[in-house]
């Protein structure tokens, strides 16, 4: 045995041995440094989404070696995990490994490891992916009689305001979406804002709002947003798993309010008490299909207005019928361009989806969409105010 010059024999009361850990805890739950270090890329992202390339991923630290009692597996050093591991999405401290076929939000595949089985999807039959589904889907609502899901407009006096907004601003209006039968509608006035205006209130709130993206349960949402609110009201905006913080509304504010809501008939005293906008870089930020039936608006219970106005590019919007009868349209499409103003007025938040679609545009766009919010969460100043 060759020994160092500074050793001397009797140090040596037994036999070396090597031996491997027996429990691969760390295998599956390491703790991610929290320098970088020489193994890892100059800035740490814990945030590994493809959608974004520009995001740094981890460099692979040394492996130490296959691990005996896991064929397959790799050990590795403490305080490290490989580059095919990814966080879990659902656990968090865990990881998991990552494979070709894995959804959108896990980095992509490295040489030299293992693929992935064909999902267990494709090998389902017609009559399971009808059951799941179901099973994921949630019943349609009870219908009020034999000929409307809700109650006629006739008797709830609901007015649209595209009907209700004076002789000369009735001219700007159509609704290119209308089911009285589940008392839905969509308006539309387009180019309610000149270029020059537009511009002009497009760059100030560009500049000026303090835009977040939010984490959810699959990662950063594909989109910037800012949750606005009247004074005298802290409500967060709860939905699909994230929270935002209000923030007041601005001196421009009001002075937009002016030009976007005196079109529809509305007094300052009516007007929306908050704003949600949305900061679409290109074409390639979105916002899937959903329902804004959160229980601030109420839209799930009751006639529910929004009133939305787009700046900036020119992109698609969809809405898209929950439980559609025979021979029903299930989309409308429409092509919102900068200063377009579209309404979504009734039950269309109960009976509706709606979303911007992806596209190939390079050009940024801001969505403004202004509710009422009808039932504050406790603890806010203006609960006993509607």
């Known amino acids: 045995m060759h020994m160092h010059k500074d050793m001397q024999p009797t140090q040596l009361k037994r036999p070396m041995r090597l031996t491997w850990p027996t429990q691969p805890t760390r295998l599956m739950r390491p703790t991610p440094p929290m320098q970088p270090t020489q193994h890892m890329l100059p800035k740490w992202r814990m945030d590994i989404r493809i959608k974004q390339p520009h995001m740094h991923y981890a460099g692979a630290p040394v492996v130490h070696g296959m691990h005996p009692m896991m064929p397959g597996a790799h050990m590795v050093p403490n305080g490290h995990y490989p580059i095919h591991y990814a966080p879990h999405p659902h656990h968090p401290g865990y990881y998991m490994p990552v494979y070709p076929g894995h959804p959108p939000g896990f980095p992509p595949h490295y ?212 439980w559609p009868e025979e021979e029903e349209a299930q989309i409308t499409r429409l092509t919102l361009r900068g200063g377009d103003l579209l309404t979504m007025e009734g039950m269309t938040q109960k009976h509706f989806q709606h979303r911007v679609p992806r596209e190939g545009t390079k050009e940024p766009r801001i969505n403004l969409t202004w509710r009422w919010v009808k039932k504050h969460l406790p603890g806010c100043p203006s609960g006993g105010r509607r």
Not at 137 to 148: G, I, L, S
Not at 172 to 179: F, G, K, N, R, V
Not at 309 to 315: H, I, K, V
Request: proline share 8%; net charge neutral; glycine share 8%.
């Open 111 to 322: 040489p030299g490891y293992p693929p992935l089985a064909r999902e267990s999807r494709d090998k389902d039959s017609d009559e399971d992916r009808k059951k799941k589904k179901e099973r994921e889907e949630p019943p349609p609502p009870t219908k009020f009689d034999d000929d409307h899901w809700e109650e006629p407009r006739t008797r709830t006096k609901l007015k649209l305001l595209g009907e209700d907004c004076g002789e000369e601003n009735r001219k700007l209006w159509s609704y290119p979406m209308t089911d009285e039968n589940r008392r839905c509608f969509a308006g539309y006035i387009p180019c309610l804002l000149k270029e020059d205006v537009c511009d002009s209130f497009f760059k100030k709130i560009r500049d000026s709002v303090d835009w977040q993206q939010p984490e959810g349960p699959l990662g950063q949402i594909p989109r910037k947003t800012c949750w606005m609110v009247k004074a005298g009201c802290d409500c967060k905006y709860r939905y699909g798993g994230i929270e935002v913080a209000p923030q007041k509304f601005p001196s421009w504010m009001n002075e937009l309010m002016e030009l976007v809501l005196k079109p529809c008939g509305l007094s300052q005293k009516d007007w929306p008490n908050s704003c949600n906008l949305n900061l679409y870089e290109d074409g390639g930020m979105t916002v899937g299909w959903h329902a804004d039936d959160e229980k601030l608006f109420q839209g799930r219970f009751r006639d529910c207005r929004i009133i939305s106005l787009s700046l900036g590019a020119t992109r698609k919007f969809e809405l898209r019928l929950n």
